[in-house]
Each structure stands twice: as C-alpha cells, then as structure tokens.
C-alpha cells in the first residue's frame, strides 16, 4: 500500500521578469517538522531537480517523512524557453566563476517554502495551499526501491521529524557537486541548518571562496569517492577540516554513482540522524 504525496511544482518571482521554479514532495501523512533541501548539479552537467542522485535523496527523503524541496537554478534549460540565452548567461557566470545570484535565487525559494511551512499545523493531516496551476502528480510512489512499503527504519526517521525547540522547521540540505558550491553560499544564512555535500568539484572550482564566510563550523559534512577526479580524498579532507566538518569516503566507482543511489541516499539520511 502506498501513501498518498502532496507533489507540486511552484513558482517564484525573482527579479525583474525572471522568475524560477522548484519542485515540492511530501507525504500526507508525514510530521511537519523537517525540510529537506537539495541542490542539484552544473546545468550543464546534468544539474536539475531530475538528476539521478537528486532524485534518489528525493525518494529517500519522502520516505523518511520530511518535506522535500528540489531546487532549480535561474535560467536553466528547463526554466529558459531560449537555450542560446540560457548558456550565455551560465557561461558568463562560470567565466567570472560568481555564482552570488543563484545562491540569492536559492535563499529566496527556501524561504517562500519556509514561509508556507509555518502556516502547516504541528497536529493532524497538511494543510498545504490547493496545487497551483501547473502542478502534477507525484513523480515517484512513496515506497521502498523493490516496491515494498517503507522500512521500520525510515518509519522511525520520520517519528522524529518534528519542529525544533523555537518551533521552527528542521532544515538539512543535501547538495550534490555544484551544488555544494551554491549550498556552502546559502548555508550561513539560514540560521541552524545543516548539510551534507556530495562529491563537491574540488578540481573546478575554488571552495576556499565560500568558506571564510560561512560561519559553518559544525554543522557540514562531506561524502566522497576514492576514484573521483572531480574531487579527491586529500582535497576532500582539506574541505572538511577548512570547513569545521566531517568527511567520509564512499565505497562507489566514480563521481556519478550510477547503481548506488539508493545506498547513497541512504547514508546522506543516516549522516543527518547521526549528527
């Protein structure tokens, strides 16, 4: 038997005409309590809310009974109805290697969720605003990878998910190569939250940019491969230690973790119940 999900592709005016879109999944049924935010990849590298380890941290997270908010970035293909505008744009960002606007973009989504997720009650079924024009079903059933339903171990992520101790929402942030970058950005500006970067691009860009600035010590961790080109495990470990965090290697082929997602998704959740 599966549950019913709440699955709605919203909106967000940024400036001027632009605007940007972001996918939010939740079960029903699930305590109102924690956020899951995730940061998908370079646009030009896979880097949408449909990436293969975005989509199982969205699964997984679902599952684990937190609200789920899949993040895009401005003037992705998905977002530009003129790709040629779209490149430029990205590229001219990656020649200046400024990503200060789409870290801007991706605060002003999390708080217009955060925002909706206050007026959510603490006690009895979501009272999440009516789907908005342009919404669609769930994309993915809330049960486990063989079908089944949800483990005892994920029914017990999502009984602890509720509210903090000022009764604001829980918010961890699960961030996958570029987005790391974006992620480490956002991080100091979001009060208490928490995250955990995947195979951060070490080789590509310069994370000590981001880090000064912060003020994250304690409250990241990192997972890594020990055949990823983009990021390896000594650069990995400088990343950590800079950053005041944890890192771990993972047992998988490269910096794509194509087979290991679930397994993958998996220990993300557990990095956060561990923390």
């Given at each position: 038997m599966t549950t019913d999900l709440h699955d709605e592709l919203i909106r967000i005016p940024l400036d001027g005409a632009e605007s940007v879109t972001a996918r939010v999944t939740c079960r029903e049924d699930a305590p109102p309590g924690r956020l899951l935010v995730l940061f998908p990849p370079h646009p030009s590298l896979g880097g949408d809310a449909e990436n293969n380890v975005i989509r199982a941290l969205a699964r997984a997270g679902v599952e684990a009974g937190r609200l789920v908010l899949r993040l895009h970035y401005r003037r992705t293909e998905s977002e530009a109805a003129d790709a040629g505008r779209s490149l430029a744009f990205w590229d001219d960002l990656d020649a200046?290697?400024?990503?200060?606007?789409?870290?801007?973009?991706?605060?002003?989504?999390?708080?217009?969720?955060?925002?909706?997720?206050?007026?959510?009650?603490?006690?009895?079924?979501?009272?999440?605003?009516?789907?908005a024009e342009g919404?669609?079903?769930?994309?993915?059933?809330?049960?486990?990878?063989?079908?089944?339903?949800?483990?005892?171990a994920v029914h017990h992520h999502a009984a602890v998910g509720q509210r903090g101790h000022d009764g604001n929402p829980s918010i961890e942030i699960a961030a996958y190569s570029f987005g790391v970058y974006v992620a480490l950005r956002v991080l100091g500006r979001l009060g208490p939250a928490r995250l955990v970067g995947i195979s951060p691009p070490l080789m590509e860009h310069d994370f000590s940019a981001v880090l000064p600035a912060a003020g994250i010590t304690g409250r990241v961790a990192f997972i890594g491969t020990a055949g990823d080109p983009f990021c390896p495990p000594d650069a990995l470990q400088n990343l950590a230690e800079a950053a005041g965090g944890r890192w771990h290697l993972f047992e998988a082929g490269d910096h794509f973790y194509r087979g290991e997602e679930a397994r993958l998704a998996s220990a993300v959740l557990t990095m956060f119940e561990n923390d």
């Open positions: 200046r290697q400024d990503y200060e606007i789409i870290a801007t973009d991706s605060l002003r989504i999390i708080e217009t969720v955060l925002k909706a997720f206050a007026r959510i009650p603490t006690g009895g079924r979501r009272a999440w605003p009516e789907p919404a669609v079903a769930a994309v993915f059933p809330a049960t486990g990878a063989d079908g089944a339903a949800p483990s005892n």
